[in-house]
């Protein structure tokens, strides 16, 4: 308390406190008057700045340097002189440029193509001189030209002055041109051009903004020029392949032309003139002159070529139509060539093969020419010449497909059989009246199987297999049905054979030791044969009666009906130079047989002893006497068989082979047989056109003509003519199934 007290009552002397020192201060007063620039500075500094921008232009040294000059700039743009800046330098560039095109324009009195290295290397030192400007006045560049300007750059400024003289002086910039022009033409026709020269001045005008307007225009309207005159005088002089060739190269120069030097708006006009004057114009007749020739000699890349060319204008449909016309027709010419029937097939296989070859490596298998093969082939197989050859390539498929599945087929492996098969097959789909296939092939089946002739059970159920993936189950129902009843024909024979060891050899007296096979065919399966009356070697009339009462007691109530026509018969012969083994048709058999009793027959008792017709036994004797294979011989000596004739057995027969095949008539098809099975499938087909018109009434009971018309060809699979339809519809009139409307004669009514 005290010493407190005493302290603060007597007086103390100031002490500095305890810890660190204080800052000073520092105070900063304004100056007492304002620093003023000198009153030349303006004067001296654009003086300085003025002489570097004219020792550039006139490519001396400058005498300060380039820090001492930025700096300068700085000064001027800081002390709010930019403005004035930047118009003395435009004013001194300006002059600059103008002195520049004066001295181009007078140059323009040389030629054109020489004037380009003039004004190449004008532009060159004027793009120089100004990068070298830009650099000095980066400051003003960057802090006025950018933000208070239209331009972009110092740069931009020589070009806007460049490009105001130059507008001022025309001649200088069409000397330009008609020099670019020249240069052009010249590696058009084959000369080498300086492309450096052409590339620098074509990036000129496009740095003027001037290339579209100056240059593009002029160069497609010569470019126009120059390849119409060029498409009209090849054309008259090369071949279609060379001058498809040609345009192919022209467009690959025009696109290298467009990638080396000139701009690239370029390109697309520019190639469109090609295609426009060299292909356009000249397709038509490039189509008409050369297609077929092009097709002819299989020229896939040049048809390649012409495919990719037409697609550039557009006219791809204009060669859908040619392929289309030239495909119809060179399948009507095979088709309506009766010569060429029996390789008809072979030929329409080799001409689809080559259709495909050039469809996939020409047209790149494009779904419209695909589409316009198809429409072409279905055309030109299913027009008929003459309604005589309606259906024939359907028939002559039908035969090319029982060639390939007959036994016989030597040097053919099975894979090969499967694949021309698959080949035939592809024609099968272009044909519209299937029914006219169906019936023939029927037909080849039938024999076939009935003479043992197939090459591989396994192969005819694939064929029908392939057939009912196309046609559907009942386009083939028949076909299948053939088959069971060869199978249920094993089974009866079978049944049988037991039934012949049950009676025992007395009921066969001497000729039980011959073996015979019967085979029962459902008659709605197979085709229909003409029932042909003969009188068979007694040993087979034995068995024929025996094979009868079995049957007969076995199914009861079914009728047999012998179809002798289809039999074959493997018959020993005794000749006085060996025994051999001869299979025979059965009317051979019959024929041969009566040679038994007696060496020499003649006509007339050979007909009485067999009962055959005069066709019939006239075309077994040709085949046993006249062939290749002479069993008989005959008198008097030909080709042909007369009822005057007389026969002997052929005692000095030879031939290498044991056992002889002479039944090869059973299996070739006569002109007769064909005709008579196209008339079948014809009735088949009037049967079919009156059921389609009868359900058509019953559901509608009253239609117009053309909607029935329309609804028939419809229903109908098969190829049909409305006047064909017309006649069945007055058929049906006159049979009490339709009548006419008493009020319009083009109405009709059913009647129930």
């Not at 990036?203 to 119409?228: D, I, N």
């Not at 090369?238 to 060739?245: E, F, G, K, Q, R």
């Not at 024999?447 to 064929?463: F, G, H, I, Q």
Request: with cysteine; aromatic share 8%.
């Amino acid at each position: 308390m005290s010493a407190m007290g005493a302290s603060a009552l007597g007086p103390r002397k100031a002490q500095a406190p305890a810890g660190p020192a204080q800052a000073k201060k520092l105070v900063i007063k304004p100056l007492k008057s304002k620093p003023a620039l000198p009153e030349d500075f303006e004067a001296t500094t654009w003086a300085k700045l003025q002489d570097a921008v004219r020792a550039v232009h006139d490519k001396r040294p400058v005498s300060c340097s380039l820090e001492e000059l930025y700096a300068a700039v700085q000064d001027m743009c800081l002390h709010k002189m930019a403005d004035k800046l930047f118009t003395k330098l435009q004013e001194e560039c300006d002059a600059h440029v103008a002195r520049t095109v004066a001295r181009l324009a007078a140059h323009t009195s040389l030629e054109p193509v020489a004037f380009l290295d003039r004004l190449d290397g004008a532009w060159r030192e004027l793009c120089a001189g100004q990068m070298t400007i830009r650099q000095i006045f980066l400051y003003l560049d960057r802090s006025h030209v950018i933000t208070a300007t239209p331009l972009r750059s110092l740069f931009d400024l020589g070009l806007q002055l460049l490009r105001q003289h130059l507008a001022a002086t025309p001649k200088v910039e069409s000397h330009a041109v008609a020099g670019v022009l020249a240069l052009v033409e010249r590696e058009r026709a084959g000369e080498p051009v300086d492309r450096p020269l052409l590339k620098s001045l074509c990036r000129m005008f496009s740095s003027l903004g001037t290339y579209e307007g100056v240059l593009q225009r002029p160069l497609l309207e010569a470019s126009a020029a120059w390849y119409t005159a060029e498409g009209e005088r090849l054309m008259a002089s090369l071949s279609v392949p060379d001058y498809l060739a040609h345009c192919e190269a022209r467009l690959g120069e025009e696109y290298e032309r467009c990638a080396q030097y000139l701009d690239p708006v370029t390109r697309k006009p520019l190639v469109g003139v090609v295609e426009a004057r060299l292909v356009a114009a000249h397709l038509p007749a490039l189509l008409e002159r050369g297609f077929a020739q092009l097709m002819d000699g299989q020229r896939v890349p040049d048809l390649g070529r012409l495919y990719s060319l037409a697609g550039r204008v557009g006219a791809h449909e204009a060669l859908r139509t040619s392929w289309r016309d030239y495909i119809k027709a060179t399948g009507l010419a095979l088709v309506r060539d009766e010569e060429k029937d029996k390789e008809l097939v072979e030929l329409l296989l080799a001409l689809k093969a080559r259709l495909d070859e050039v469809l996939g490596g020409a047209f790149g298998r494009n779904d419209a020419f695909a589409n316009a093969l198809k429409e072409a082939f279905e055309g030109f197989i299913n027009a008929a010449a003459t309604p005589r050859r309606q259906g024939k390539p359907a028939e002559l498929i039908a035969q090319f497909v029982d060639a390939r599945l007959r036994a016989g087929n030597k040097g053919c492996s099975d894979e090969e059989v499967e694949s021309q098969l698959d080949r035939a097959l592809l024609l099968f789909r272009y044909i519209s009246g299937k029914d006219v296939f169906e019936a023939h092939y029927k037909k080849h089946l039938a024999k076939r199987l009935l003479m043992n002739k197939s090459a591989s059970v396994d192969t005819e159920k694939a064929m029908i297999a392939r057939l009912k993936a196309e046609c559907g189950a009942a386009f083939t129902s028949k076909l299948e049905g053939m088959f069971k009843d060869v199978e249920l024909s094993t089974d009866v024979m079978a049944a049988f054979k037991a039934y012949q060891d049950a009676r025992g050899a007395a009921a066969l007296g001497a000729h039980s030791g011959l073996d015979v096979h019967v085979s029962v065919l459902t008659s709605g399966f197979w085709p229909t044969y003409p029932p042909i009356e003969a009188k068979l070697p007694q040993e087979l009339e034995s068995w024929q009666q025996v094979f009868l009462d079995f049957y007969t007691k076995k199914y009861g109530g079914r009728r047999l009906q012998w179809c002798h026509s289809l039999g074959t018969c493997v018959l020993r012969a005794h000749f006085p130079k060996g025994v051999k083994e001869l299979s025979v048709s059965l009317f051979q058999a019959a024929v041969l047989c009566l040679f038994n009793d007696s060496a020499t027959i003649s006509y007339a008792d050979i007909k009485a002893a067999t009962g055959l017709g005069d066709k019939e036994l006239k075309l077994t004797l040709q085949s046993l006497a006249c062939g290749k294979v002479r069993v008989l011989t005959k008198e008097p000596k030909g080709r042909d068989v007369n009822d005057s004739d007389v026969f002997h057995f052929n005692e000095s027969f030879t031939e290498k082979l044991y056992r002889i095949k002479i039944n090869q008539i059973q299996m070739k098809e006569t002109e007769e047989e064909n005709k008579k099975t196209n008339d079948e499938v014809m009735q088949d087909r009037q049967y079919q056109i009156d059921a389609a018109i009868v359900r058509i009434m019953k559901t509608r009971k009253t239609l117009s003509h053309k909607l029935l018309v329309a609804e028939a060809l419809q229903q109908l699979k098969f190829p049909l003519k409305a006047a064909d339809l017309k006649k069945r519809i007055e058929s049906l009139i006159d049979r009490e199934y339709l009548a006419r409307d008493g009020s319009d004669a083009n109405i009709y009514n059913y009647l129930a």
